[in-house]
């Protein structure tokens, strides 16, 4: 078997992007079928996702409150004795819907890898250090505003095993509840200019690039703290709340 | 209608068993407690091979049909029922959450456990939901809109201890996933 080199993979994202601007048909989700992305070629659904009018329970969300949540799991740099290594940085921004409604008094769960690209999970093997001081693992609840807030380290890129010599792009996992069950996600956000955009098959599954940007946060020196953190904004938009009376199907 | 476009999802990657896995995370009610009942199942890939970096969530109203609206989920009580529960997969791609069976939201509907389903390879979530057998099933919209070789995909099983629900993510008896309109592709 030869090996599968960046090369390769560049060439499919590429013929995927030219087919998708000769199409014309604007997408804003990533593909379940992206075959770059070699985990996804047994795990995408092959037939069209089914029409559903959401009923019942998927009319409503599940509650967090201040019981699930410690308002100190908003800092990743204080849950061990000393300060981690890395760029301290905070990220916030607002969660609304697609009607421009905040988001209020939800659970956001956050987790990453640390400034050196790794992660605690055992599967993470490859020989960048640990840091004794940093788990990577975050939880608020935004507020009545919508907005969540997390003091952090920037995470590092980290080599995987898609590809020969594959690394990803620095990104933070979010994971995201709505005010209704059909609004749940789990998602990347990035960090703006990184040089592995282009040669990385899952950002590169969203084809569109205003989509692409979509996950990207933004620099923002009014949240940045002298002598302390810089600052990231990042707003998440969950798909379309069905409260209106008079949403029509697009399906 | 919604004026702002969603922000994409991303695949939940290999590395979340660190993070979203909590203490009784996947127990909506203490195992063996009255009415509790296993609902479980494998989730399997393509060619048959069981999934095991999958990670499900259930959402459902009470044995009485009512919704939850009760805080708790994550430091549970062990008394009240939230609704909600997470199951990561094993290694032989199972998962299993202890819960009682949601009763009917409205007189004559068909009750069903609303599921959510993420893993390494997946680049989206996937919806679906798991109907309990029952006579209702005959008349429920979404299932009679279905062919009748994929209907059962959405249909438990009853067994000894409660309800099997199998998810295949590809292939032969693929399981139905759902699109909710505002979702866009």
Known sequence: MTTVTQRDISAEIKAIDDDYHRAGLEETQPRLDYSPYRSSLLRHPTKDLHHADPEAVELWAPCFGERDVDPLESDLTIAHNGAPIGERMVVTGRIIDGDGRPVRRQLVEIWQANAGGRYIHKRDQHPAPLDPNFTGVGRCLTDDDGTYRFTTIKPGPYPWRNHHNAWRPAHIHFSLFGTEFTQRMITQMYFPGDPLFALDPIYQSITDQKARDRLVATYDHDLTTHEWATGYRWDIVLTGSHETPFETSES | ?185
């Not at chain 2, 996947?26 to 069981?50: F, K, N």
């Not at chain 2, 109203?61 to 009580?77: F, I, M, W, Y």
């Not at chain 2, 997946?122 to 008349?139: K, M, V």
């Open chain 2, 1 to 185: 209608m919604s004026t702002l476009i969603a922000t994409p999802g991303q695949t939940i990657g290999p590395f979340f068993g660190y993070a979203l896995p909590f203490d009784h995370d996947s127990e909506l009610v203490p195992p063996g407690s009255p009415g509790a009942i296993r609902l479980h199942g494998v989730v399997t890939d393509g060619e048959g091979v069981p999934v095991p970096d999958a990670l499900l969530e259930i959402w459902q109203a009470d044995a009485d049909g009512v919704v939850p609206t009760a805080t708790g989920s994550l430091h549970r009580d062990g008394w009240t029922f939230t609704g909600w529960g997470r199951a990561s997969t094993d290694r032989d791609g199972r998962y299993c959450f202890t819960t009682v069976k949601p009763g009917a939201t409205q007189a004559g509907s068909a009750p069903f456990f609303a599921v959510t389903v993420f893993a390494r390879g997946l680049l989206n979530r996937l919806f679906t939901r798991a109907y309990l057998p029952g006579d209702e099933l005959a008349s429920e919209p979404l299932l009679a809109s279905l062919p009748d070789e994929r209907r059962h995909t959405l249909i438990a099983v009853a067994d000894e201890h409660g309800l099997r629900f199998d998810i295949r993510l590809q292939g032969d008896g693929e399981t139905v996933f759902l699109r909710f309109p505002g979702h866009h592709r």
